[in-house]
T-cell receptor, first 113, second 112 residues
Framework: NAGVTQTPKFQVLKTGQSMTLQCAQD?????MSWYRQDPGMGLRLIHYSVGAGITDQGEVPNGYNVSRSTTEDFPLRLLSAAPSQTSVYFC????????????FGPGTRLTVT | GDSVTQMEGPVTLSEEAFLTINCTYT??????LFWYVQYPGEGLQLLLK?????DKGSNKGFEATYRKETTSFHLEKGSVQVSDSAVYFCALSNNAGNMLTFGGGTRLMVKP
């Protein structure tokens, strides 16, 4: 199993550009989520999905869109990048909610200039 | 809302020293509590968890006890190694189980 994979590893965008961060898992997990990690602030939940076709907002959803057309994939879209979105982004998956261990991808480091 | 507070780092210790990283939380109901570890350049990995009051989670020599009376979940290890150098995150899962709330993370540096 590859686990949770994310692409790209690094990305530099100009303000106003759009892009999609890719996330895939091969563990047949129902639950997937996106976090951003900023210094001293831990990880904050952006969006999550409890299964294909179902998504919901987390703590900091503004400026981001998600969709879940398959169990395996959960892309994160930035429609118009802003410097405030400079961060490290982690995708995670788990078998279910709550008590289940979340498996994290290696992260994408995004810089918006 | 829910929140998790961790001691600020970095924490610098010599090999074989005793480690404590403090974690306190604010939450409604009865959350589950977790410690995750992040090694350099990697994503987070679950280190241990506890799901109810007085439970003790343990793994790789680390342990933490869910203390509801003090709303704490402090991480301890009796003898740290250089390989334990990492960032440690305390987290809680809300009652609905659809969201993890993380503390700010504590960087541990262990010197030989």
């Amino acid at each position: 199993n590859a686990g949770v994979t994310q692409t790209p590893k690094f990305q530099v965008l100009k303000t106003g550009q759009s892009m999609t961060l890719q996330c895939a898992q091969d563990m047949n997990h129902e639950y997937m989520s996106w976090y951003r990690q900023d210094p001293g602030m831990g990880l904050r939940l952006i969006h999550y999905s409890v299964g294909a076709g179902i998504t919901d907002q987390g703590e900091v959803p503004n400026g981001y869109n998600v969709s879940r057309s398959t169990t395996e994939d959960f892309p994160l879209r930035l429609l118009s990048a802003a410097p405030s979105q400079t961060s490290v982004y982690f995708c995670a998956s788990s078998l279910g909610r709550g008590l289940d261990e979340q498996y994290f991808g290696p992260g994408t480091r995004l810089t918006v200039t | 809302g829910d929140s998790v507070t961790q001691m600020e780092g970095p924490v610098t210790l010599s090999e074989e020293a005793f480690l404590t990283i403090n974690c306190t939380y604010t939450a409604t109901g009865y959350p589950s509590l977790f410690w995750y570890v992040q090694y350099p350049g990697e994503g987070l990995q679950l280190l241990l968890k506890a799901t109810k009051a007085d439970d003790k989670g343990s793994n790789k020599g680390f342990e933490a006890t869910y203390r509801k009376e003090t709303t704490s979940f402090h991480l301890e290890k009796g003898s740290v190694q250089v390989s334990d150098s990492a960032v440690y995150f305390c987290a809680l899962s809300n009652n609905a189980g659809n969201m993890l709330t993380f503390g700010g993370g504590t960087r541990l540096m262990v010197k030989p």
